[in-house]
């Protein structure tokens, strides 16, 4: 995995651009080191890093508390991503009025996503010889095998920090999901450049990505409970994924729409946007249902929904969206991945590839997800699922 995910990632950056566009052909051509390395883009890359880290350390709408830890202390954390969107927007934006050339991003994006691949490698060996002092109470259940390697990939500290800086929850929503909006935009500015105007397609991959982006960060004290924060150490695994995947893979539809324009008619589009509403309604109704219902059982929306007690005392929904299946939120997901996908058209497998991993990465984590609801809740879970027998797609899987 520490050479296939970096190695996917290029091989899709230069097959996106090449004509064929062939998402399971060679590339056309290997760049050379003189075209990978960039002193530039590593300079922009650490400019991108601390600026996102500056508005980390801006004072936060809220402070909120995670989940009890071993030693049974709770870590604080600042929720301020959606703020940290918004004035890079606007600093991006003043850039650009007076002259800054997002556009010419896009000529950057295969030394960008060296540079940062580079930097996840030097990032994660600090995070693992940082863990070497960390007590045995910080360290993650996973990560800590006695196989180096293995340990590496997967991160031996649960919540690695600097004094208040949480490095795991910084790089989970921040410079990864925001950088992929930016892409996005510089993509749609060098179309704008080369064919006059944006394409209807492009124009929709934006809004998208952006509406899913910007719910991401409004909702960002949801992150805290999820199996990234409480269970998975932060190595390389998290760490590159972050930094370089999230925003050179999940921006490959715009980036194939600049290099492959497609041709989207009105009602193809406004069927594609009702394919997004109804992955959005899902999503965002599964994830507030089960956040209101974290925070407070009784809160009046979620107080009717049927659950099922379990020995530590917590209750599992098993009404609402949760009974429908066991995973609503990954449905939503997918959809919404299958919207932003389609309007690069159907010529081509090579959009869609964000549909097939997510796809499998879901899978595998909901694999993970139900073998730890077996050991936590037993006989309750064994109840749930007889009760809620369908995963993700209801009738099918």
């Known amino acids: ?38 002193p530039q883009a590593l300079l922009l890359l650490f400019i991108w890093l601390g600026l996102q880290v500056a508005l980390y350390l801006l004072p936060a709408r809220k402070v909120a508390e995670g989940l009890e830890l071993k030693d049974k202390s ?105 950088g992929w ?32 982006v910007g719910d991401a960060l409004w909702y960002e004290e949801s992150v805290l409970t999820t199996m990234d924060i409480i269970h998975d150490g932060f190595g390389f695994m998290l760490a590159f994924g972050d930094l370089a995947w999230v925003p050179f893979t999940y921006s490959l539809q715009a980036q194939f729409l600049l290099y492959h324009p497609q041709p989207l008619g009105l009602p193809m589009a406004l069927l594609i946007c009702l394919i997004k509403v109804i992955g959005y309604y899902i999503f965002r109704g599964a994830n507030s249902q089960k956040n209101t219902f974290r925070k407070n059982p009784s809160d009046p929306s979620v107080a009717g929904l049927e659950t099922i007690p379990t020995a530590t005392g917590r209750q599992l929904l098993v009404s609402g969206w949760w009974g429908m299946v066991r995973h609503p939120n990954y449905l939503g997901d997918l959809i919404m991945a299958l919207a932003w996908s389609l309007p690069c058209g159907v010529s081509h497998l090579l959009p869609y590839f964000y549909v097939l991993y997510f796809t499998a990465l879901l899978v595998h984590r909901e694999a993970r997800d139900e073998q730890q609801c077996l050991r936590k809740y037993g006989h309750a879970w064994q109840e749930y699922c007889k009760r809620v027998p369908y995963r993700i797609i209801p009738y099918v899987y």
């Open 1 to 38: 995995m520490l050479v296939l995910l970096p190695a996917t990632m290029f091989h899709l950056l230069l097959v996106v651009r090449s004509g064929p566009a062939r998402l399971l052909g060679p590339p056309t051509y290997l760049p050379g080191l003189e075209e990978l390395w960039s």
């Open 181 to 212: 909006v930016f892409i996005n935009l510089a993509l749609l500015i060098q179309e704008a450049e080369l064919r006059g105007s944006p394409s209807l397609a492009m124009w929709l991959v934006n809004a998208f990505q952006l509406l899913y």
């Open 74 to 178: 709770r870590l604080r954390y600042p929720i301020n991503g959606f703020q940290a969107l918004v004035l890079t927007a606007l600093l991006v934006g003043l850039g650009v009025s007076a002259g800054l050339p997002l556009g010419a991003l896009s000529e950057m994006l295969l030394p960008l996503a060296f540079a940062t691949t580079l930097t996840s490698f030097i990032f994660s060996l600090l995070l693992y010889v940082k863990a070497l002092a960390a007590p045995v109470s910080a360290l993650a259940p996973g990560g800590n095998s006695g196989n180096s390697i293995y340990d590496f990939f997967l991160g031996r500290e649960l919540n690695p920090r600097l004094g208040s800086f949480d490095f795991k929850y910084f790089c989970e929503l921040r410079p990864g999901l925001i």
